[in-house]
């Protein structure tokens, strides 16, 4: 399966970090295309062209929670968001979860490994959308 991502971080070793360890779980064909925080995040998300999003918490000019909900206002089908953070109190998890809309939780940080029992299931029910031909319009759990 073809996954084309949306890899947001202030850290350009951090994105490269999260793109090296998503091609080596073998879960997809990642593709990539990068910001370095949440405004130009907003400014090169295109719902058509983007398959999933893998975004930080905190980030200059526009954090990961703020752009996840602006995501969410602008999207026609859900596109799946992984939020890769340092931050993992429960508060933090919640606020992520239930308030912005994210899908998946990573905290940093984390190996190939611990990456790919997060977002396996999130790809599974990607597979099966896909498969079935129809949108992932909203997971049925969300993975914490």
């Given at each position: 399966m073809e996954i084309r991502a949306l890899v947001v971080d202030g850290s350009k070793t951090m994105r490269n970090l999260v793109m090296r360890s998503l091609r080596e779980t073998k879960l997809a064909q990642f593709s990539f295309f990068e910001a370095g925080d949440g405004v130009e995040g907003l400014a090169g998300f295109d719902p058509d062209k983007t398959d999933m999003i893998f975004v930080a918490w905190n980030?200059?000019?526009m954090n990961g929670i703020d752009f996840v909900k602006r995501i969410r206002t602008r999207q026609k089908r859900h596109v799946p968001v992984v939020m890769v953070t340092t931050e993992s109190t429960i508060g933090?998890?919640?606020e992520a979860l239930d308030e912005a809309g994210v899908d998946c939780f990573?905290?940093?940080p984390f190996t190939p490994a611990g990456l790919l029992s997060k977002i396996e299931p999130l790809i599974d029910s990607m597979a099966s959308a896909r498969?079935?031909?129809?949108?992932?319009n909203k997971l049925t759990s969300r993975i914490p």
């Open positions: 980030m200059p000019n933090k998890v919640e990573v905290v940093k498969k079935s031909g129809g949108f992932l």
